[in-house]
């Protein structure tokens, strides 16, 4: 699958539309952002399961400021609508292909039962 690009229009219905999704939040000018494109491609070229998409944090500074990115690249996972992983920094590819794979063997079921624990016990 291609790499897509996010924006306001299409950001929320792609996290909601999607059980697994890799966001990699970027910049134009940034060289760590260029150099990490190609891995970013590559990989995505080999998980047609999983949807890879690119935020240019310059063109969408209000999603980037909801999500609180304070330095790129970052990389964001959604899995079932939940962040599993946010991170700054570039990977290798290697270390990429692995945590796609430890993000995707996550049981999701106990995700979200540890997220509604917790928030039953912030409730009371």
């Given at each position: 699958m291609a790499v897509i690009e996010l924006n306001q229009q299409n950001f929320e219905s792609t996290i909601s539309d999607?059980?697994?999704i890799v966001v990699d939040f970027w910049a134009?000018?940034?060289g760590p952002c260029r150099?990490?494109?190609p891995v970013f491609e590559k990989v995505s070229e080999d998980n047609a399961d999983i949807v890879f998409a690119k935020v240019n944090t310059e063109d969408e500074q209000q999603i980037a400021a909801q999500f609180q990115i304070r330095s790129i690249p970052t990389?964001?996972?959604f899995r079932d609508q939940v962040i599993i992983f946010s991170q700054p920094g570039a990977l290798p590819e290697?270390?990429?292909r692995e945590l796609l794979t430890?993000?995707?063997a996550l049981d999701m079921e106990k995700v979200h039962a540890e997220i509604a624990a917790q928030?039953?016990?912030n409730a009371a």
């Open positions: 999607n059980p697994f134009p000018w940034c150099s990490f494109a990389l964001m996972i290697s270390s990429f430890k993000a995707g928030q039953g016990g």
